[in-house]
């Protein structure tokens, strides 16, 4: 498969395509033997890239995990304001560059996926899989059948309709406190930015916690907070279901 070599870099955990496009313009990068220019295809069969003089190929192990992503952490690999990530949790448990599997916000905890399978990952994020994403939303006070309904056919935000979702009233529990806490079970399928919480706000409701407990078949399952876990084989076939849609 012919590929630009900024994305063959990046597939092969060297850098990211603007960083892997600053090794190429700085001379680092040979293809067969001579200087990388930006925009050229690499054959991923035939030819020969190396990086300051070590070569780099595509990884011919894949790994696939889960964790139970913790409140308080970004999806990114770096962040300007110095906020915790993902891939800090990582250290020590893996020894190759993954990528993640879509995101979660920094207020939202739950289930996230991983892989150094970055094709995989790629498709996997492109909307057109339009796969199901189920979250558990903790909210103060109570929530109607009429609220769950407007969540249903799809709230107004700002004068933009959201997408179509499943809302279903899990329980309510009376906190010592007196004050009364309700869980909702959302199942959505597509990933507009902090969709979830933005749905919520627009029916008057305040979100205690957010959690994603599902992507498809593949569940969180008894992971505590920050732990990580490889995909059974059962949950890998799920996931190739899922990419060769």
Same mark, same amino acid.
């Given at each position: 498969?012919?590929?630009?070599?900024?994305?063959?870099?990046?597939?092969?955990?060297?850098?990211?395509?603007? #960083?892997?496009?600053?090794?190429?313009?700085?001379?680092?990068?040979?293809?067969?033997?001579?200087?990388?220019?930006?925009?050229?295809? =690499?054959?991923?069969?035939?030819?020969?890239?190396?990086?300051?003089? #070590?070569?780099?190929?595509?990884? @011919?192990?894949?790994?696939?995990?889960?964790?139970?992503?913790?409140?308080?952490?970004?999806?990114?690999?770096?962040?300007?304001?110095?906020? #915790?990530?993902?891939?800090?949790?990582?250290?020590?448990?893996?020894?190759?560059?993954?990528? @993640?599997?879509?995101?979660?916000?920094?207020?939202?905890?739950?289930?996230?996926?991983?892989?150094?399978?970055?094709?995989?990952?790629?498709?996997?994020?492109?909307?057109?899989?339009?796969?199901?994403?189920?979250?558990?939303?903790?909210?103060?006070?109570?929530?109607?059948?009429?609220?769950?309904?407007?969540?249903?056919?799809?709230?107004?935000?700002?004068?933009?309709?959201?997408?179509?979702?499943?809302?279903?009233?899990?329980?309510?529990?009376? #906190?010592?406190?007196?004050?009364?806490?309700?869980? =909702?079970?959302?199942?959505?399928?597509?990933?507009?930015?902090?969709?979830?919480?933005?749905?919520?706000?627009?029916?008057?409701?305040?979100?205690?916690?957010?959690?994603?407990?599902?992507?498809?078949?593949?569940?969180?399952?008894?992971?505590?907070?920050?732990?990580?876990?490889?995909?059974?084989?059962?949950?890998?076939?799920?996931?190739?279901?899922?990419?060769?849609?």
């Amino acid at each position: 498969m012919n590929m630009r070599i900024n994305k063959y870099l990046d597939l092969c955990g060297v850098a990211s395509r603007r #960083k892997a496009d600053e090794l190429i313009v700085s001379g680092r990068v040979l293809l067969n033997g001579k200087k990388a220019t930006l925009g050229q295809e =690499v054959d991923e069969r035939k030819d020969i890239v190396t990086v300051d003089g #070590k070569e780099v190929k595509l990884a @011919s192990n894949y790994i696939y995990i889960k964790m139970n992503k913790p409140k308080g952490y970004i999806c990114s690999e770096h962040d300007e304001r110095g906020r #915790k990530t993902v891939f800090e949790l990582l250290k020590g448990k893996i020894d190759t560059r993954v990528f @993640s599997i879509g995101r979660l916000d920094y207020d939202t905890e739950g289930l996230l996926l991983f892989t150094n399978d970055g094709d995989m990952a790629q498709k996997l994020m492109h909307p057109s899989h339009e796969v199901e994403k189920t979250y558990h939303v903790t909210i103060e006070g109570t929530i109607s059948q009429s609220e769950l309904a407007v969540l249903r056919a799809g709230v107004v935000v700002k004068g933009s309709r959201m997408p179509q979702c499943k809302a279903d009233f899990v329980e309510s529990t009376k #906190k010592p406190n007196g004050k009364t806490v309700t869980k =909702v079970s959302i199942k959505i399928k597509q990933g507009q930015n902090r969709q979830v919480r933005r749905m919520f706000e627009a029916i008057g409701k305040e979100i205690i916690l957010l959690k994603r407990v599902a992507i498809g078949d593949i569940t969180l399952g008894s992971l505590k907070r920050g732990e990580t876990k490889p995909l059974s084989e059962k949950e890998l076939s799920i996931l190739n279901e899922i990419y060769y849609i």
